[in-house]
């Protein structure tokens, strides 16, 4: 113990230092080819506090998210203050506790499959979250890892949300395995890729067409009759879809990719330089007052894209022009793609400018920020219009390891994400700019006494470019504080991953039963049989049966942390754990001694 000064620590207690100083010598001795970790998560691989405010667990999350409605919330506190109290009494027994641990997962389960929660929701919810790993965690994890040391994650929490967590916060590897209480999600509709990938046949691709219109015209029924037949699924979108899966599908647009950011949409949209429509004012007690250029037909061009995580890509802005001359006179931020073609459309040149500028930088930094292999692909979705399917175009996506799934013509309104959900909320935003521009230019006018005939607002190209322009950084910035809007886009395309939350999965785990289900009754212990040595990690008394299977244990080092109530409950957790860390947000005590377990491998 003396090579491991972060033990001597104030906040950390040793009861029996001659035994722990024996265990940890006989860990070192074995080495990592001998060692496994059963580790709880809430609270023990997370965070209690951050900055002084208490973080969240895996059932936090959920009320933190934003996602469900008030009420679940409000319900779920009331549970939480009920119960978490008991849960924490160090006078009650364990006997006395699991009845009322029981209840309270029961209710709490109950009232969020009351809620609707789908699969989706997780990411999100758990990215809003103040749900944090230890400090330390992210190299821990790699270590272990690194030197193939099994860990196994058992937790009374929802094992969705754990994974997202590790996910979001660090990494998922390979060898963790999470024990938990997982969702079971209605996973009943179709994925529209899979009918967009190459058929051997015609007659196949109309087949598959068919089963696509079924389902999906089925789970898309109306509610009422009133409000006509089901939402798009047409004879026409049945050609359609076979016909193009039959000619152009790509059979890799089905492969299963374990990063959703990696999957991207883009799609182009004009925008009007005088962004209304048939709209007037009224001025209180006065004739209404006609808007100058309502009539304008004046835009230019912008490819929006987003990922099935809600990212916002930032935009591509293509200005009618021979030069760039054309451009606003506005600092756009160096991430924007600002360029031109004669009519302002897109083409093959201002395509090739979006992958090179937008399109791979994106893939790029998450690749980075996320250490994901420099292999794995990223898949895009996109209309089938002529400059982005050539051969040339295709070649750069093949260069850069993108996969592609293109959108049958005509389907546009009913298959392209960004279109579902992006460009109408985009166009609102700016209508909405315009407006607020132009009433207060009226206001001000009419307060330097100018009559509502001679009013005149100035529309010219000069004015309203660097106008736009801010506005559409204003509408950037919108977009991309609202994952939300980005991913309903795909759900509503049928490429986001399905499922309504329709009850939980297996045998309820709470805080008092980790000594049973569904880990103990498999072979995960006896496959590591000759891992003799084990390190726990928890912040429960009910933590301390999480490795009860193992299977020939010659030496378990307990390691509890003690997060509230210490002078209540420090003796009792003495006299149970084997070293107890009080009231400390990192692993650094944990990683100190994996550092002396690890060395003489390096």
């Known amino acids: 113990m003396d090579s491991i000064s972060e033990l001597s620590q104030p906040h950390v207690y040793i009861k029996d230092v001659e035994h722990v100083n024996k265990v940890i010598r006989q860990i070192i001795n074995d080495g990592p080819d001998k060692l496994q970790i059963t580790a709880d998560f809430d609270r023990t691989l997370t965070k209690y506090t951050n900055k002084g405010k208490i973080c969240a667990t895996c059932h936090n999350v ?47 389960h109950d009232l969020l499959q009351e809620c609707g929660l789908q699969k989706g929701d997780i990411r999100t919810m758990v990215q809003k979250s103040s749900a944090m790993l230890r400090d330390g965690c992210s190299w821990l994890f790699d270590e272990l890892n690194r030197f193939e040391i099994p860990v196994l994650i058992f937790s009374a929490g929802i094992g969705d949300v754990i994974e997202e967590v590790l996910r979001e916060q660090s990494t998922m590897h390979e060898n963790m395995k999470v024990v938990s209480n997982y969702i079971d999600f209605d996973d009943s509709r179709v994925s529209m890729l899979k009918y967009l990938t190459k058929k051997n046949s015609l007659d196949e691709a109309f087949e598959m067409a068919d089963e696509f219109v079924e389902k999906e015209g089925e789970s898309n029924k109306p509610k009422s009759p009133m409000r006509g037949q089901y939402k798009f699924y047409t004879p026409e979108m049945r050609y359609n879809i076979g016909k193009h899966a039959a000619e152009y599908g790509n059979k890799s647009a089905t492969q299963k990719f374990s990063t959703p950011e990696k999957k991207l949409s883009w799609d182009q949209t004009g ?72 009519n302002h459309w897109a083409n093959a040149e201002t395509m090739a400018e979006y992958i090179n500028k937008i399109i791979v930088p994106y893939i790029d930094s998450v690749k980075d920020e996320k250490d994901f292999s420099i292999r794995q692909k990223s898949l895009v979705i996109f209309d089938c219009f002529r400059g982005q399917i050539t051969d040339e175009f295709l070649s750069l996506l093949n260069k850069e390891s993108i996969l592609y799934a293109t959108i049958p013509p005509n389907c546009t309104d009913k298959l392209q994400p960004m279109d579902l959900s992006v460009n109408k909320c985009a166009k609102d935003f700016l209508k909405e700019q315009f407006q607020q521009y132009y009433a207060k230019e009226v206001t001000k006018q009419q307060e330097k006494g100018i009559s509502v005939e001679e009013i005149k607002i100035d529309l010219s190209l000069t004015n309203l470019k660097p106008l736009g322009a801010r506005w559409l950084l204003k509408l950037y910035h919108f977009l ?3 994952p939300d809007t980005i991913y309903n886009g795909f759900h509503k395309a049928s490429i986001a991953e399905a499922g309504k939350m329709i009850g939980f999965k297996g045998e309820m785990i709470h805080v008092y039963n980790k000594n049973e289900g569904a880990v103990h009754d498999s072979d ?13 990690m928890g912040d429960s008394l009910g933590d301390l049966h999480m490795a009860d299977g193992a299977v020939n244990v010659q030496n378990k080092l307990k390691i509890g942390f003690l997060n509230v109530k210490v002078e209540e409950s420090l003796e009792l957790y003495k006299n149970k754990y084997d070293i107890v860390i009080a009231q400390d947000e990192t692993v650094d005590v944990v990683n100190a001694l994996m550092r002396r377990i690890l060395e003489n491998k390096d």
């Open 62 to 108: 959920l009320e933190e998210g934003g996602v469900l409605p008030e009420t679940y919330k409000r319900k779920a506190l009331e549970l939480r203050d009920t119960y978490f109290s008991l849960e924490t009494n160090p006078h009650m027994t364990i006997e006395e506790k699991i009845p009322l641990m029981i209840e309270w997962w029961t209710k709490a």
């Open 271 to 342: 925008i009007h330089t005088v962004p209304v429509s048939q709209w007037t004012m009224e001025i209180e007690g006065s004739k209404r007052v006609e808007i100058t250029g309502i009539d304008d037909k004046r835009q230019i061009t912008g490819t929006f894209a987003g990922t099935l995580v809600g990212d916002f890509l930032p935009m591509q802005l293509i200005y009618g022009g021979k030069t760039d001359m054309c451009h606003p006179k506005f600092s756009f931020p160096s991430s924007f793609n600002i360029t031109h073609s004669e």
């Open 524 to 536: 995960y212990f006896k496959n590591l049989e000759h891992r003799h040595n084990v390190i726990l």
């Open 480 to 482: 991309k504080s609202n």
